[in-house]
């Protein structure tokens, strides 16, 4: 089971405007994308500032960079008005319909997990991708030395991880704290 994250409820940053390129409105991107070239099977992107939309015009790969021109901008001053900005999408366009049992992470965050005694864990803040499996970053309601204690619980389905309910914002884990 793959999971995502999502940074915003009803869209989701998929890339960066770094930097100018050329004089003609060329732009240099970094991509957040699994496949960094899949970033340009979403669309329409669009910037948080003052939500324009970017009608890309083309694209190209110029040694590690993605390059791109919009449509919009014509010259080097235009681009460098966008610089830094997040490229953006809606929600509907890059996330597929769930499956039974999948979930994106934007789901995950901020379930109460419990363990199988109905003992309160904490919250789910966070999602680490390991590589074999993610792991549920939750903040206790315990504290040590007056500090926020972290729980670290690998997601691995049906050994530890034995209900998710995300209408009710629920996970039961088998897990016990020492």
Not at 149 to 168: A, D, G, T
Request: glycine letters at 2%; one cysteine or more.
């Amino acid at each position: 089971m793959k999971i995502n994250y999502v940074k915003k409820k009803s869209s989701i940053i998929v890339g960066k405007i770094k930097s100018v390129y050329g004089i003609l409105g060329w732009m240099k991107i970094d991509s957040f994308t699994e496949i960094k070239k899949n970033i340009f099977n979403y669309q329409p992107w669009f910037i948080k500032k003052k939500q324009n939309l970017l009608n890309l015009e083309t694209w190209k790969k110029n040694k590690k960079n993605f390059l791109i021109k919009i449509i919009e901008i014509n010259n080097r001053s235009e681009a460098t008005k966008i610089i830094n900005q997040f490229i953006m999408v809606e929600e509907k366009v890059l996330l597929p319909y769930k499956k039974k049992k999948e979930y994106y992470w934007k789901d995950i965050l901020n379930c109460t997990v419990f363990n199988i005694n109905l003992k309160i864990l904490g919250i789910v803040v966070n999602i680490i991708e390991t590589g074999n499996n993610d792991v549920l970053i939750i903040n206790s309601h315990k504290k040590k030395n007056k500090k926020e204690v972290k729980i670290l619980i690998p997601f691995i389905e049906e050994k530890i991880i034995k209900n998710v309910n995300i209408q009710k914002k629920i996970i039961l884990v088998k897990w016990n704290l020492i």
